[in-house]
């Protein structure tokens, strides 16, 4: 992250920009990251506080990936802008919160007055610990008829959640997210803290940043959703992560307009990347393609090299006395189900993976074949047709028409 002025009672992050120099350092605004458990709010808060209607349109009604938006705030001071990140608060979306937490400057920690403590939002906690946020409590629903707002801050006590009042410093906002009820109050909360860390960029720096999701555009073709870090991300200029690049062809901001250049602590969208950019990384600003692509062929080549390293050959040599005089023993055969996984963007695939690992079946064994982001297509059906075991598994993306075809005739389910 840009540079920050190291607080008492706080850990500046590891950051690989250099610290910008007096006479070129600008105040960036903050990036805040709102994180809990599922339901307690999270995107009617973000709603909210942009008055713009994001929660209708979730699968399930679920934050299936990470949305970064800029809102514009009145304050005593002056309009003041903030990049507001909604992450997950599902337990299968853990990953895509310690993303959200790592792009981030100041965290939110939201808690229902109904509902208590839960399970994710220890693991939200834990996220932000990690990433070393100042934080900012946020109990939220307080206009719910069985909201109790004490018993709430008593769990928070019993979670080490040690807030103002309760034998802690951590800072505490009792709100209702739904009609704005001690809203101004937490923006004010996270002023201060975001003042206190002293954030600012040097504009002349290289650009660098971090990629907080990616999906696939159907007219347009891979996109990206980037925080930038230090820098401006230019129009023309050329990115690269270590496993895809794109020119800066198209830039736009968090509503889809086009704009030239998008400074550090803003949302950016990059859309025409070579391959699926892995989401948590680092990307870098070049003058030419030919300088992003070779970053990226060469931090291909060291990523390969280095899973060489971890599995190392290994020969099995049977003892043939020990065959010659062991029992037969029946074999049982492991049953291997290939999957071919198609979802709406990387934060899902994410999900997915997290639920296929809580399988666990005797001798049954899930296989990947084949995942991407995007519809459904024709390859992924005749993929499926190459096994009868085959399963396509396919989250909030629709099957095109020549994959329909393949499926109808084949009786594929």
Not at 85 to 102: L, S, V
């Amino acid at each position: 992250m840009p540079t920050k002025t190291p607080q008492k009672n706080s850990q500046e992050k590891n950051t690989s920009v250099k610290p910008a120099s007096i006479a070129t350092k600008t105040r960036r605004q903050p990036v805040v990251v709102v994180m809990g458990h599922i339901d307690h709010g999270k995107s009617t808060l973000l709603d909210y506080i942009r008055k713009t209607n994001i929660v209708a349109g979730e699968a399930g009604g679920i934050t299936q990936s990470i949305g970064a938006y800029e809102a514009v705030i009145a304050h005593k001071d002056g309009e003041r802008r903030i990049t507001f990140i909604d992450t997950p608060g599902h337990e299968a979306f853990c990953d895509i919160r310690e993303r959200g937490a790592n792009a981030a400057d100041v965290a939110i920690l939201i808690v229902s007055a109904d509902d208590g403590v839960k399970p994710q939002t220890i693991e939200a906690l834990n996220c932000i610990k990690s990433a070393k946020l100042p934080y900012v409590v946020a109990i939220n629903k307080i206009d719910k008829p069985n909201a109790n707002i004490e018993h709430t801050k008593q769990t928070l006590a019993e979670n080490e959640i040690y807030i103002e009042g309760y034998g802690g410093d951590v800072p505490v906002a009792e709100i209702s997210a739904l009609n704005g009820t001690g809203v101004p109050d937490l923006l004010d909360m996270i002023y201060l803290l975001s003042d206190m860390e002293d954030l600012s960029f040097d504009p002349n720096a290289s650009t660098i940043g971090v990629v907080i999701e990616a999906d696939l555009d159907k007219k347009k073709g891979i996109a990206a959703t980037l925080i930038v870090d230090n820098g401006s991300l230019k129009k023309g200029s050329f990115i690269a992560t270590e496993t895809a690049f794109a020119p800066v062809r198209i830039l736009e901001n968090f509503k889809g307009e086009q704009e030239a250049e998008i400074s550090a602590g803003r949302p950016a969208r990059v859309v025409g990347w070579s391959d699926l950019p892995a989401v948590g990384s680092t990307f870098k600003t070049f003058d030419s393609k030919k300088e992003a692509e070779k970053y990226t062929a060469e931090e291909i080549l060291k990523m390969k090299a280095a899973e060489r390293k971890k599995t190392p050959a290994t020969t099995l040599v049977k003892d043939p006395i020990l065959d010659k005089n062991q029992e037969a023993v029946p074999e049982i055969k492991t049953v291997i189900i290939p999957l071919i996984i198609r979802a709406d963007s990387s934060g899902s695939l994410d999900g997915i993976h997290h639920e296929l690992n809580k399988i666990k079946i005797d001798h049954v064994e899930i296989k990947i074949v084949s995942e991407g982001i995007g519809e459904i297509n024709e390859k992924d059906a005749k993929t499926a047709l190459s096994d009868a075991n085959s399963a396509i598994v396919g989250f909030n993306v629709p099957t095109d028409t020549q994959a329909a075809g393949v499926i109808e005739r084949s009786g594929l389910n």
